[in-house]
């Protein structure tokens, strides 16, 4: 099993955000790029791979902590559908609690 050295969805977005045209990150810290860096954006990348924090972001957590709670998108999406098309709102409402509850441990 590969060790986990990056967040690569974390880190492909920092790297777009800073302008670089990176196509695909790998969790072992490869990063691939849509063409040959320039001297001053391989300078760029490795700033931004050196300033990389490999934490899952708060909406990562959040997901994780809703997941191991029992809240699935299946049982979201059955509340909602009982909420919208059955006027029974109790599921959606029981959901909505927990996750209120989620977030405010999280943030």
């Known amino acids: 099993m590969a060790t986990i050295v ?10 777009l ?19 040959e860096l320039t001297q001053s954006e391989q300078t760029e990348a490795a700033a931004v791979i ?17 997941l191991n709670s029992g809240i699935s998108i299946q049982s979201m999406v059955f509340a909602l559908w ?13 959901i909505q609690a927990a996750m209120a509850a989620i977030n405010a441990k999280i943030n």
């Open 6 to 15: 990056v967040n690569p969805g974390k880190l492909h977005q920092e790297l």
């Open 17 to 35: 955000d800073a302008g670089l045209p990176a196509i695909s990150v790998s969790s072992d810290g490869r990063v691939d790029y849509s063409r």
């Open 50 to 66: 050196a300033a990389h924090s490999s934490a899952l972001t708060t909406e990562e957590v959040r997901i994780e902590a809703y």
């Open 82 to 94: 009982n909420k919208v098309m059955n006027s029974d709102a109790t599921a959606a409402d029981q």
